[in-house]
């Protein structure tokens, strides 16, 4: 049986928070809550309505010639270009236009960029856009490939943050843990308060989703 998912709007849009609470293990610490994003990341009306929100909260002094997306976050990275090109925010790219990409994983979880790929990273100014930023792990990992292949961070956007900050940078982002839910802790495994007391895991949660433990 699914975990059943509370929903609360948006009060400055059309978006709506969905989560549920419980006990649940990512690849990098254990969570009292899952946050849904499945629809905001894939339906282009919640796509669409969240690009928007995010590039309003973008300094117009903001240069973005790329977009990094994490997470699955493909359809509101070609949503926040758009927002951004019509928007008239800056690009040094000769096409005047924004790139969006996808980072490849190798099996130690690093991120690397293809040839193909890096002419869109290097000296260019990269805008990371995460689904969430809970531990700042994958964030921090696209700060760390950014530089590494001649690239500039330009800053750092999520759909769901329980951080103000990651890799020195600001996260810009719809909802935080203070929307319904200012008791959000997420711990390492071993210090998890959830298993010291015993209570069991109700499912584990990554960037595709969740698998539930409950029948």
Do not use: W
């Not at 059309?14 to 649940?24: C, E």
């Amino acid at each position: 049986m699914a975990l059943k998912l509370m929903e609360y709007p948006n009060p400055n849009s059309s978006l709506k928070l969905r989560f549920a609470k419980g006990h649940f293990a990512t690849s990098h610490s254990h969570i009292n809550y899952y946050v849904d994003l499945t629809f905001t990341k894939h339906r282009l009306s919640e796509a669409k309505e969240a690009a928007r929100l995010l590039v309003n909260k973008l300094s117009s002094s903001t240069v973005v010639d790329t977009i990094l997306c994490l997470d699955g976050t493909e359809v509101v990275g070609a949503c926040m270009a758009e927002e951004l090109t019509k928007t008239g925010f800056r690009s040094i790219n000769t096409h005047h236009t924004v790139y969006v990409v996808t980072p490849e994983h190798t099996t130690g979880s690093q991120l690397i960029f293809r040839d193909n790929i890096m002419p869109m990273i290097y000296r260019k100014n990269i805008l990371i856009l995460a689904a969430s930023v809970t531990t700042g792990y994958t964030v921090e990992g696209g700060i760390e490939a950014i530089a590494y292949y001649g690239g500039k961070t330009a800053g750092v956007c999520s759909i769901f943050a329980s951080m103000e900050e990651c890799g020195g940078y600001p996260v810009h982002t719809i909802f935080d843990t203070n929307f319904m839910m200012p008791d959000y802790q997420s711990n390492q495994y071993h210090e998890c308060p959830l298993c010291k007391q015993g209570i069991k895991l109700d499912a584990i949660v990554n960037t595709y989703g969740i698998s539930s433990f409950r029948e």
